[in-house]
């Protein structure tokens, strides 16, 4: 997918396990290092908010799903 993108500008990791599972990511950035996208172990144990030190940025970014599914459910409603 990668390819046919040209490249990344970048990668997030959000929701339950993107924002709390350290050996989750780790494992999806252990190959991704042809992309410009190298871990920085320290920066990802303490979950961010960037945990890559290489040129493309991967971030963690704190979400509030339930939130999200009450708003559009309100607007659902409306």
Do not use: Q, W
Not at 7 to 24: K, S
Not at 36 to 57: F, H, Q, W
């Amino acid at each position: 997918m990668t390819a046919v993108l040209g490249g990344l500008d970048g990668l997030v990791f959000c929701g339950g396990i993107g924002e709390n599972a350290a050996p989750i990511r780790a494992r999806v950035l252990r190959g991704m290092g042809y992309l410009g996208l190298v871990m920085d172990d320290e920066a990802n144990a303490d979950n961010g908010p960037r945990i890559t030190s290489g040129a493309i940025p991967a971030l963690v970014i704190p979400t509030d799903e339930e939130s999200v599914i009450a708003k559009a459910l309100l607007a659902v409603l409306a």
